[in-house]
């Protein structure tokens, strides 16, 4: 059956990001190479003006400009896994909320704690069905965000017998009316999509009503 332009299209452009992906870790190594040169000579720099506080900004600076890089590996090389891979939650979670960093309502005006339990075991499971998840979930509260005087996100992850509980709070007042409005269908869809998806992969997801506004827990089985 001959595929129509629009699938075309579709299959051309999934085809160009992987092909963007599997060499963005190329492209970060050669911008890791001078920023390294950057970074070592600014560190003798520092040392031999310890006071100099613009000196102390370059080196902030290149360890800043290091860690955006790593992460943007990371993502980069995880993003498009669907096959079940082992995962270390809390790493998982630091590495998706900085790449959200690269959003201005985000970094500027989201207040985001993390409260991360030690020792949560490493899982396996597809990095794509959950990271898809979140991306859904956090991308949904930045739209209510533009308009909420409150932007708080605060997540944190526990240990149960049999799985791994990522609970994400967001200062939004019952969210379960507001996603009933059409002018969040685009947003709401891809959220659905992903709950559907992430029951693939054995990932269940609840939404909660709480005091201090939304609550939605995602729950991973421990197959380690």
Not at 193 to 220: P, W, Y
């Amino acid at each position: 059956m001959r595929k129509n332009n629009r699938e075309i299209k579709e299959s051309l452009a999934q085809k160009r990001l992987k092909a963007f992906l599997d060499s963005t870790p190329g492209i970060v190594h050669n911008l890791s190479n001078p920023l390294t040169i950057i970074s070592t000579y600014s560190q003798l720099m520092q040392m031999q003006e310890p006071d100099n506080t613009n000196i102390t900004k370059m080196v902030e600076q290149s360890k800043l400009i290091e860690n955006i890089l790593n992460n943007i590996v990371y993502i980069s090389q995880n993003i498009l896994k669907e096959k079940p891979q082992q995962i270390n939650i809390n790493t998982f979670l630091k590495n998706e909320i900085e790449y959200f960093r690269a959003n201005p309502l985000f970094k500027h005006k989201v207040i985001t704690t993390l409260d991360l339990t030690d020792k949560i075991p490493v899982v396996v499971n597809s990095y794509f069905h959950l990271s898809t998840l979140l991306f859904t979930i956090i991308q949904l509260t930045l739209y209510f965000f533009q308009s909420s005087e409150e932007k708080r996100i605060y997540i944190s992850t526990k240990k149960k017998t049999n799985s791994v509980v990522i609970s994400i709070t967001v200062s939004v007042d019952d969210i379960t009316n507001i996603i009933n409005e059409n002018e969040y269908k685009p947003l709401i869809e891809a959220f659905n999509d992903a709950l559907i998806i992430s029951q693939e992969v054995d990932i269940s997801t609840k939404i909660n009503r709480k005091n201090t506004g939304t609550e939605f827990v995602i729950e991973i089985p421990d197959k380690t």
